[in-house]
């Protein structure tokens, strides 16, 4: 199988949550994360809801060891497997403080959609 990933994953544990619709979110965690993606491994306890591969839907994520610093962005559905779902994300997740030698590249930080932007 080719590997089609641009950036390196890293192991992770970050609460996810992704939403399918405005008033339903399923939740779960990051079993691993890379600078533009996410394999969301979804609790047990989570909703049942339909996801489908190159749909793109809210996701907020808590990245540890920041467990109050939510994230939020918008992420493509790439695959959906009996374990978990793989997510793209357009803005780059904070993989800098991951074990791994890999940081984001400087000049580059999470900006919040819903934050107001200067021109």
Known sequence: MVE?????????????????TEDLFLFGRAADVSLHGLRIVLSKLSPTATVSPGESYRVDVSPWPWPHAELRCNAVIRHVSGDGIGVETREGLPVGGLSGPREPPRGRRWTNPDSSRSS
Do not use: F, K, N, S
């Not at 192991?11 to 399918?20: D, F, M, Q, Y």
């Open 4 to 20: 089609r990933r641009h950036d390196p994953r890293y192991p992770a544990a970050w609460t996810v949550r992704l939403w399918p």
